[in-house]
């Protein structure tokens, strides 16, 4: 019985077979001992040729095929040292690519065959300027990535203003407009964060860096003063809803007395009576609403407010100089001055009609036996004013004979 070592007990193989077995594995050993040294070859005419790429996937292969470095390697290198680490960093230095030219020659000091060989000089004053410039890279780094997050925090800030219904008008606002604003601040927010991209993954990108710092803040700035100008604005929105429940105020109180002094006039015209309770209306719905005023109905308000007010004005100024020849009993001058058209205003021409109605009254009744064509003219001026007529003849201004000659030709007024 053939007595088996612990190694061949452990395949199951005799003597015999495990030699052959062994003999059958010896090319792939040495295959892959040649593909790490062919790569290192390969590396290093790479890297005399400065094709850095190429160098470092050539050491990167090496070393995933041998790690250990050696001293020599006798006649397959020339009796030259395997540095697979050291080169690959070199290479890795020549890319640009600090971080991982750090890493590799760590990792070449730590195995030890470096620090006997002529390379460890080379090695250690790279890796202090790599050092140097990872620590310039990873501060410059910091600060962008702070100064992107600080515009990303006003972007959102600004993001959330967007949904607000009482800033619907803020956006139009403004020269150029606010959301050409947000527009702008947007697109200089999206470059920062590009150039913070292109520097994070290249050490010797410290002009992305800055530029994505410098571009960033530019965004955060844009932001912060959209922000502003939307608190701005809603300030003055405030105000102005603070100025418009006080005028609702002052509206209902000029709406009450407008209304009495409006009852107080016998109402012949219908658009008297139309614009009194257009503004009763109009004031009962807004005193309703007590302090929170809605701004359609006070609006209703005012215009009714002002419409009533224009009815119960005096005559239109260009009839002051006729109504004074009226006052001086001068009838003929009147009907000369008012025997033109009518205007297009309804309230203007039922003051002239009224006005002239009295002159051809007054003066058809001065004519000895009368007039009658005067006092059908003035019958027919009263009936054509009666519709746009605020109130009947004022005792200051009209006899006594002309306003009871209203009441005959018109009827009894309506309340």
């Known amino acids: 019985?053939?007595?088996?070592?612990?190694?061949?007990?452990?395949?199951?193989?005799?003597?015999?077979?495990?030699?052959?077995?062994?003999?059958?594995?010896?090319?792939?050993?040495?295959?892959?001992?040649?593909?790490?040294?062919?790569?290192?070859?390969?590396?290093?005419?790479?890297?005399?040729?400065?094709?850095?790429?190429?160098?470092?996937?050539?050491?990167?292969?090496?070393?995933?095929?041998?790690?250990?470095?050696?001293?020599?390697?006798?006649?397959?290198?020339?009796?030259?040292?395997?540095?697979?680490?050291?080169?690959?960093?070199?290479?890795?230095?020549?890319?640009?690519?600090?971080?991982?030219?750090?890493?590799?020659?760590?990792?070449?000091?730590?195995?030890?065959?470096?620090?006997?060989?002529?390379?460890?000089?080379?090695?250690?004053?790279?890796?202090?300027?790599?050092?140097?410039?990872?620590?310039?890279?990873?501060?410059?780094?910091?600060?962008?990535?702070?100064?992107v997050a600080s515009a990303r925090r006003a972007f959102a800030a600004v993001t959330e203003l967007s949904g607000r219904k009482d800033l619907s008008g803020f956006w139009s606002s403004g020269k150029p407009p606010m959301a050409d604003q947000r527009r702008r601040a947007e697109l200089r927010l999206a470059d920062a964060e590009r150039r913070l991209e292109v520097g994070r993954g290249r050490l010797s990108s410290f002009a992305s860096l800055h530029q994505a710092a410098s571009v960033a803040k530019e965004a955060q700035f844009l932001f912060q003063s959209i922000?502003?100008?939307?608190?701005?604005?809603?300030?003055?929105?405030?105000?102005?809803?603070?100025?418009?429940?006080?005028?609702?105020?002052?509206?209902?109180?000029?709406?009450?007395?407008?209304?009495?002094?409006?009852?107080?006039?016998?109402?012949?015209?219908?658009?008297?009576?139309?614009?009194?309770?257009?503004?009763?209306?109009?004031?009962?719905?807004?005193?309703?609403?007590?302090?929170?005023?809605?701004?359609?109905?006070?609006?209703?308000?005012?215009?009714?407010?002002?419409?009533?007010?224009?009815?119960?004005?005096?005559?239109?100024?260009?009839?002051?100089?006729?109504a004074g020849s009226f006052l001086e009993g001068r009838y003929g001058a009147v009907l000369a001055a008012l025997a033109g058209a009518l205007p297009e205003d309804p309230r203007a021409a039922a003051h002239i009609l009224l006005l002239r109605s009295a002159a051809a009254f007054a003066l058809g009744r001065s004519t000895p036996g009368g007039n009658p064509v005067l006092l059908l003219q003035a019958r027919a001026d009263l009936r054509a004013a009666a519709p746009d007529l605020p109130s009947p003849p004022r005792p200051r201004v009209f006899s006594p004979a002309f306003r009871k000659f209203f009441e005959v030709t018109l009827g009894p007024p309506a309340q």
């Not at 105020?249 to 016998?266: C, K, V």
């Not at 006070?298 to 005559?315: C, I, V, Y």
Request: with cysteine; glycine share 4%; net charge neutral.
């Open 1 to 147: 019985m053939v007595e088996l070592t612990p190694s061949r007990a452990r395949f199951g193989l005799a003597p015999g077979l495990f030699l052959a077995f062994w003999l059958s594995l010896s090319p792939m050993v040495a295959a892959a001992a040649n593909d790490f040294l062919a790569e290192y070859k390969r590396g290093l005419e790479a890297y005399e040729a400065e094709q850095w790429k190429d160098a470092a996937e050539a050491f990167e292969q090496a070393v995933a095929g041998r790690p250990e470095p050696s001293p020599r390697l006798g006649r397959k290198l020339y009796f030259k040292p395997y540095l697979p680490h050291f080169y690959l960093g070199s290479a890795y230095f020549h890319l640009g690519d600090c971080r991982h030219a750090v890493e590799a020659w760590n990792e070449s000091e730590r195995r030890g065959v470096i620090v006997d060989q002529p390379q460890i000089a080379e090695l250690k004053e790279r890796r202090a300027l790599c050092t140097e410039r990872l620590g310039v890279h990873d501060d410059s780094l910091s600060k962008a990535e702070a100064a």
């Open 227 to 322: 922000l502003n100008a939307a608190q701005g604005y809603r300030s003055d929105l405030a105000l102005k809803e603070e100025k418009r429940l006080r005028r609702a105020g002052s509206l209902t109180r000029e709406s009450r007395a407008a209304l009495q002094e409006a009852a107080a006039l016998p109402a012949h015209s219908p658009r008297l009576r139309e614009e009194r309770e257009r503004l009763r209306t109009a004031l009962d719905r807004v005193e309703q609403q007590g302090d929170r005023v809605d701004a359609r109905d006070q609006r209703r308000l005012e215009e009714a407010l002002s419409t009533l007010r224009a009815t119960l004005e005096a005559p239109p100024p260009e009839l002051q100089a006729v």
